[in-house]
């Protein structure tokens, strides 16, 4: 695996809000209506360059420093409209079912001038990845690797069948492996 790369300091963080706040302005403008700064934070990791998150009356926009390290100006022109989007349409469209890139994002993004492409493909290499804990279990044909979320739901009850002899999974006690996805 190549170098790790560093997450972006103060001062892209600082451009990068002002982005975002940029966008939001913007949309005030297209649809016209006020909208409030929404909080952005840094802490997200994985593969994931960015992320609009609700919960109840808050909400705020996630990005990877990671990603945006590696490759600034491209998160900088897609990912952050494509999150401000998101913001704007959930407080357009408050406690209704929506498709997440439907058509009122879509139409939003276009209105932005930006492609309304879902993901980007491109090289995570040098990016730090999530790393998530499976646990051994057995069936009467095989053994499996259960994430530490399923093994948390079998604990509290849930039941898990081998799709290939429809046996009950059985912890295996064993010793614990690290997954990277």
């Known amino acids: 695996m190549s170098d790790i790369v560093d997450p972006i300091g103060a001062e892209q963080r600082a451009e990068v809000r002002s982005e975002t ?5 913007l949309a005030g403008e297209l649809l016209g209506r006020e909208f409030p700064t929404v909080p952005v934070r840094f802490d997200l990791s994985g593969t994931t360059a960015g992320m609009f998150k609700a ?15 590696k490759y600034y ?14 913001y704007i349409v959930h407080l357009t469209r408050p406690r209704r079912r929506i498709k997440p890139h439907g058509p009122e994002w ?14 980007f493909n491109l090289d995570l290499s040098g990016i ?20 530490t979320t399923r093994h948390k739901r079998i604990e509290r009850g ?3 069948l081998c799709r290939y002899c429809n046996e009950n999974l059985i912890y295996a006690d064993g010793p614990q492996r690290m997954l990277e996805f």
């Open 21 to 25: 706040a940029r966008f939001v302005g």
């Open 55 to 69: 919960d109840g009356e808050r909400c705020w926009i996630r990005y990877n420093p990671w990603i945006f390290a």
């Open 73 to 86: 100006h491209e998160n900088l022109v897609d990912t952050v409209p494509h999150e401000v989007a998101h």
């Open 106 to 119: 879509q139409a939003l993004m276009e209105a932005f001038g930006v492609d309304p492409a879902v993901t």
């Open 128 to 147: 730090p990845q999530r790393r998530q804990r499976t646990h051994a279990y057995r069936c009467a044909c095989r053994d499996h690797d259960v994430s």
């Open 158 to 160: 849930t039941v898990y």
